[in-house]
């Protein structure tokens, strides 16, 4: 069982998403944020730490105040907007029996925008995303004495920029 570590209400009400886009599609691209991304700049036993005080509903215990502080300061921020970069493709496309479709609504009147301009808007999200990405890493080396479960070793060079 996965746990999200923002809500898809707080992820609406945070950010530009309508109220009226797919849960579905958000949740999917909040997984893939976390799982991917997330757990890179983490590492996998803090990501798993807080998946398990989530799901177990100890996140709101006394002794884990760090932690909530860690996901509710920090990691949502970050996650708002690799979610928005993650949901663009998703949402400007649809699977059908037939092939890839470009979503419309021709009742609407809203033009679709070209795969250009769904381009423009990841690269958009990302460069938010990495700036969050940025605070969240140095909070995280600043206090890691916090966070027993991290360490730089176990996440990805590139995330961290130092890569070669």
Known sequence: MKAALITIDKL????ILNDNIDDQILMSSLITA???????????KLYF???DLIISGDINN?????YQKLITDYIQNYLKF??????????TFKFKSKGVVQNSD?????TPITMKDAQILVNYYEDRSSFFAKRLIEYLIKNH????????SNCDPNVL???N
């Open 145 to 152: 004495k916090l966070f027993p479960e991290y360490s730089i």
């Open 12 to 15: 609406k009400e945070s950010s």
């Open 62 to 66: 006394k002794a884990n105040i760090e």
């Open 106 to 110: 021709p009742q609407s009147g809203v």
């Open 49 to 51: 730490k807080l998946q």
């Open 82 to 91: 690799n979610v928005l970069s993650e949901s663009v493709i998703p949402l």
């Open 34 to 44: 976390q799982d991917i991304n997330l757990q890179s700049i983490l590492g996998v």
């Open 161 to 163: 920029g130092l890569a």
